[in-house]
């Protein structure tokens, strides 16, 4: 039985700083997303806390021994707080389902395993990556010695909370930097939670340390740290050019950007299975109920196809009923806001304007409990520049432009300013790798949408979908820089 009773839950309303929950005066209301009720407070650290913090995990990079401690026995503490983790699922996924979009069941059979396994995914890089020899000349010995970079602060979006802060913190801590997370302030509790249970671990206090509040204050003070080596940030396209300007004028320091996207999905007339493309959409842009980087939000479909797919994609949608996040058989999420749900009704509203016709949803379901839910939403659309088409939406609404051949499916895919990810479904190799090839997009899948969950492909964005990787190699060695030694040998 996944279903719980929201008030039995405790809450941690804190930081945690060099091992422990630091509670401060609540400065923010907290919401449940599911019925809109307040369901906590939240403190907004201030730049003083912020230091405090920051210091923490400057004092621990230098002393704690983590950096330097046997890379095996880092991924050795590491895979013991992912065995925590899951052993915790009582109560993190939970907390996860109350203060977030993501319905209990899938709390518990995905974010709470995934966040788990992603950690000892990264902890598998400890100790894979020390440097190189270089080619030097014969009498001289070169290389390139792999070290931590020092405190990484991270900041985190809301509609994933528990992944987001495996993205942004695992692959920090196995290179052997502590960090500084800001989770987002409308999903704050169950990072408190992780940084708990990697104590339990044997983490050293002050290695993951957890900062409450919001963006103006909390994260744009993390950002503006001095000892603050580098930031890795998932969330708006907006915000990402924020925090790069704060990271530029008070450093310059690195950043790891994973920003918007406006993901286009290409159907062509030779797909063989018309169901089975039909689901695939469908989940593309409803799960989460389309609160994903990655929301396939934008359907390309050769004209033949068009009627048809619309039919069984209005079969989907209607089978989609909100439910509260912690009751079990709930799968549709609720909107995080009332404010994001007015930004959906607005874009809608302008892009029918614009001429969009309205072919299915357009507006919010009435419930009995509460909550935002949006009905999913399908929009059609001529012109590529109808706010549909051309802004993030961040909910279920999927706008829908008919092609006549491969070359103008390709240049309605091409958006001018997000380049995350996007879809290719046909029956023709050939085609398919035209597509990969000319598509603008940090990640293409053909006759599939969305990641697996095997943590090896590097995830990112073309344009000004982001700068750098999350996830794989890459978001490991993002992690490190290199110090160049050279040896004489002739004395
Ligand atoms: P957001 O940009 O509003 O906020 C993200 C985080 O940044 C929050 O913790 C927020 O408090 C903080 N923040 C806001 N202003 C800040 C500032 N000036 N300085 C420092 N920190 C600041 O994004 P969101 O609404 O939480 O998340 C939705 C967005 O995230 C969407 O655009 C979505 O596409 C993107 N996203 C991208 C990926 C990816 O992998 N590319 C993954 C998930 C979400």
């Not at 009498?139 to 390139?144: A, P, Y």
């Not at 709930?330 to 509203?349: A, H, K, L, M, Y």
């Not at 299915?360 to 929009?379: H, K, N, Q, V, W």
Request: hydrophobic share 45%; with cysteine; glycine share 10%.
């Amino acid at each position: 039985m996944s279903s719980f009773d929201p008030a039995r839950i405790t809450i941690p309303c804190a930081h945690f700083i060099h091992g422990r929950q630091v509670r401060d005066r609540d400065d923010l209301e907290v919401i449940r997303p599911a019925d809109g009720a307040v369901y906590a407070g939240l403190p907004v650290a201030d730049a003083a806390r912020v230091d405090e913090a920051v210091t923490s995990a400057r004092q621990a990079f230098l002393h704690a021994d983590w950096a330097r401690r046997a890379p095996r026995e880092r991924a050795r503490i590491m895979r013991r707080w992912a065995d925590l983790i899951e052993v915790d699922i009582d109560y993190l996924a939970p907390l996860e389902a109350l203060g977030s979009t993501r319905p209990i069941d899938q709390a518990r059979a995905w974010d709470v395993p995934y966040t788990a396994e992603g950690i000892r995914f990264f902890a598998e890089f400890a100790d894979k990556h020390g440097g190189e020899v270089a080619a030097t000349a014969h009498d001289s010995l070169g290389m390139q010695i792999a070290e931590p970079l020092g405190v990484v602060g991270a900041i985190a979006p809301w509609n994933f909370p528990l992944s987001m802060t495996c993205w942004k913190v695992a692959p920090a801590l196995a290179a052997g930097n502590t960090v500084v997370l800001k989770p987002s302030e409308m999903t704050p509790f169950t990072a408190v939670r992780l940084a708990e249970l990697a104590i339990e671990a044997g983490m050293p206090p002050g290695v993951f340390n957890v900062i409450q509040g919001d963006g103006a204050t909390t994260g744009d003070a993390l950002c503006r740290h001095p000892d603050v080596a580098k930031v890795t940030f998932t969330g708006s396209t907006a915000t990402g050019r924020s925090i790069m300007g704060a990271c530029a004028e008070t450093g310059p320091k690195p950043v790891t950007l994973e920003l918007g996207g406006k993901s286009p999905q290409l159907v062509f007339g030779d797909i063989p299975d018309l169901d089975r493309t039909a689901a695939t959409l469908a989940a593309a842009i409803t799960g989460n109920a389309g609160q994903v980087c990655v929301a396939g939000s934008r359907l390309l479909i050769e004209r033949s196809l068009l009627e048809p797919m619309i039919e069984r994609l209005k079969t989907h949608f209607d089978g989609l009923v909100p439910g509260l996040t912690w009751q079990e058989g709930t799968r549709f999420s609720p909107i995080i806001s009332e404010t994001q749900t007015n930004r959906i009704e607005s874009v809608i509203g302008r892009a029918i304007g614009a001429g969009a016709e309205l072919v299915a949803g357009g507006a919010r379901f009435e419930t009995s409990f509460g909550g935002c839910f949006y009905r999913p939403t399908i929009l059609r659309v001529d012109k590529s520049d109808n706010p549909a088409v051309h802004e993030e939406i961040f909910g279920p609404v999927l706008s829908v432009q008919a092609f006549d051949d491969e070359e103008e499916a390709l240049a309605l895919a091409e958006h001018e300013v997000y380049g995350l990810a996007a879809g290719v479904h046909t029956a023709d190799i050939g085609r398919a790798l035209r597509a990969v090839r000319r598509l603008s997009a940090g990640t293409v899948w053909v006759n599939r949408y969305g990641r697996s969950n095997d943590y090896i492909l590097p995830t990112g964005g073309y344009k000004r979908s982001g700068i750098g990787r999350d996830l794989g190699r890459a978001a490991f060695e993002a992690n490190l820089h290199h110090k160049s030694v050279l040896i004489d040998l002739n004395i």
